[in-house]
């Protein structure tokens, strides 16, 4: 079946210190999403990147869907300790009826440091 | 605006006893449902999803099952819980191929 792996598994940085969380997928996908979870809560929805090469950009976060839609990025700059949380990426493994059901990509945590 | 209640937030139950989680959404019609299970520092997976009412589809084998039986409610249930069922479940809605608004999950322990 459809994998999602995301690298790394986890990252600790420094206040101010920039951050990348990788996602590839094992099939090519027709959308990618990106959810944050922090710690103790649920994920929330980010952003969904549709397009080839796409870039889009929120504040600090920037995420890249890649050319053959099978990897994407999500680099935060100038980091901040209300980036701590796990990223997790999302592929749609399949479209059932108007579902959209979503195989979520392993995640990366991320802790900030002062 | 729309918004999805899960309750309890947190539940402590004896193996062996039954479970029954619900999920209600509120502020739109026809919703895509699904349940997710979190184990501790891990990933999220699939459990279940529905696109209508009457509509289950389950992607792990086990003893949980779910029902939709209004357009809005989603219920997670199981007749008799295992060790092995604790952990984080998240119940979620979407539209088309949008994303999931999840819901505040619920914190299952089997003891």
């Known amino acids: 079946g459809q994998q999602v792996m995301q690298i790394p598994q986890y990252q600790h940085v420094q206040e101010g210190e920039d951050f990348t969380t990788y996602c590839n997928s094992s099939?090519?996908?027709?959308?990618i999403q990106w959810y944050k979870q922090r710690p103790g809560g649920h994920p929330v929805f980010l952003i969904q990147l549709v397009k080839s090469g796409e870039v889009k950009k929120q504040k600090r976060l920037t995420f890249q869907f890649g050319e053959a839609k099978k990897n994407s990025s999500l680099h935060i700059t100038a980091t901040q300790t209300t980036d701590v949380g796990t990223y997790f990426c999302a592929g749609p493994g399949e479209v059932t009826g108007g579902g959209n059901k979503l195989t979520f990509g392993t995640g990366t945590q991320l802790k900030v440091e002062l | 605006s729309q918004t999805i209640h899960q309750w309890p937030a947190t539940l402590v139950q004896p193996v062996g006893s039954p479970l029954s989680l619900e999920c209600t959404v509120e502020g739109t019609s026809n919703p895509n449902l699904y349940w997710y299970r979190q184990a501790a520092g891990r990933g999220l997976q699939l459990l279940f999803y529905s696109v209508g009412i009457g509509q289950i589809s389950s992607e792990v084998p086990q003893n949980l099952s779910a029902s939709r039986p209004q357009d809005r409610q989603f219920i997670l249930s199981s007749k008799k819980l295992l060790l092995s069922d604790s952990g984080f479940y998240l119940c979620?809605?979407?539209?088309?191929?949008?994303?999931?608004?999840f819901g505040s999950g619920t914190r299952l322990t089997v003891v």
């Open positions: 979620a809605w979407s539209f088309q191929t949008y994303g999931y608004t």
């Open positions: 099939t090519t996908l027709s959308n």
